[in-house]
């Protein structure tokens, strides 16, 4: 790993967006198997207490399980790497995930997908977006653009190509900081948890292709999170309230473990969905 790190703007960490308006490309969709894995790759930032930052080149590695009452299928990885890279000739972060369902999984529903981000330095405002789909008989690629981004306002460009046909291209906006799904947790990312208070709420916004969905993030209270050998973690427990018929139940419809350290890890994320959970857990 490079020794050089990507220094946080530590005023911003309370603020739900940046108040300069931004310009970027077109954008694309984001369905309930990206919406909850992205929660899973928060987990790569080395967050030190009075002065936190990215370590570059990082990579983290998780295992993805479907849960439908006692029954329990290992569905498939994420990979997850952060480094450090230019946008438009300007210093940027880039994210990039890709999601793999496994061998079995892949006769129920066949997953490769890959994503892309950039955001801002120092304060990790989201700039661009990228997704390659290939889920089941459903190809497409999609972008997002930023055009403007602020904590009170948010416009953005969605375009969508698929069976190399222009499907969607329109712009959305929002009355408050909106994130492209990958960018969201470079924001949680940088919470201050030793400040933060049990059930203080955090308010953002996300797009589900042509659709927006408000995220509700609280701050519950420091765990004790149990793994398997009665291995334990002291971690950070949160849970995201989401405005989307993906899941079971628009309140607690996420739950989050981060580790109680100077790291930062997600340890373990867990969605409720219509039909059974989806839960990712760090190699």
């Known amino acids: ?88 000739g300007k210093p940027a972060l880039k994210s990039s995930l890709n999601l793999k369902s496994n061998p079995f999984f892949d006769k129920i529903f066949l997953i490769r997908d890959t994503l892309m981000s950039y955001s801002t330095l120092p304060d990790f405002a989201p700039l661009y977006h990228h997704r390659t789909v290939h889920e089941g008989n459903t190809h497409f690629k999609e ?17 969508r190509i698929q069976d190399e046909k222009l499907r969607i291209d329109t712009l959305l906006t929002m009355p408050n900081a909106g994130y492209d799904v990958v960018n969201i947790f470079l924001y949680l990312r940088q919470l201050p948890y030793a400040d933060l208070k049990p059930g203080e709420n955090l308010h953002i916004s996300t797009f589900l292709g042509k659709k927006k969905a408000n995220l509700i993030i609280r701050y519950v209270k420091p765990v004790v999170l149990e793994k398997g050998n009665k291995q334990q973690r002291n971690a950070f ?8 018929e993906v899941f079971s139940e628009a309140k607690n419809a996420m739950e989050v473990w981060i580790s109680d350290d100077e790291y930062h890890i997600p340890l373990k994320i867990k969605a409720k969905l219509k039909i059974g959970a989806m839960e990712a857990e760090l190699m």
């Open 1 to 88: 790993m490079k020794q050089d790190k990507i220094q946080i703007n530590r005023e911003w960490l309370h603020r739900p967006g940046h108040p300069e308006g931004r310009e970027g490309k077109p954008f694309r969709r984001l369905d309930k198997w990206v919406l909850f894995a992205c929660l899973m790759w928060m987990c790569n930032a080395l967050v030190q207490a009075n002065n936190p930052s990215f370590p570059e080149n990082e990579t983290w590695n998780y295992n993805i399980r479907y849960k439908y009452g006692l029954v329990v299928m290992k569905a498939g990885t994420a990979n997850y790497k952060l480094q450090a890279a230019n946008y438009k």
């Open 143 to 159: 972008e997002i653009g930023i055009q403007k981004f602020g904590e009170n306002y948010t416009e953005l460009r969605v375009k």
């Open 237 to 244: 427990y949160l849970t995201i309230d989401v405005s989307n």
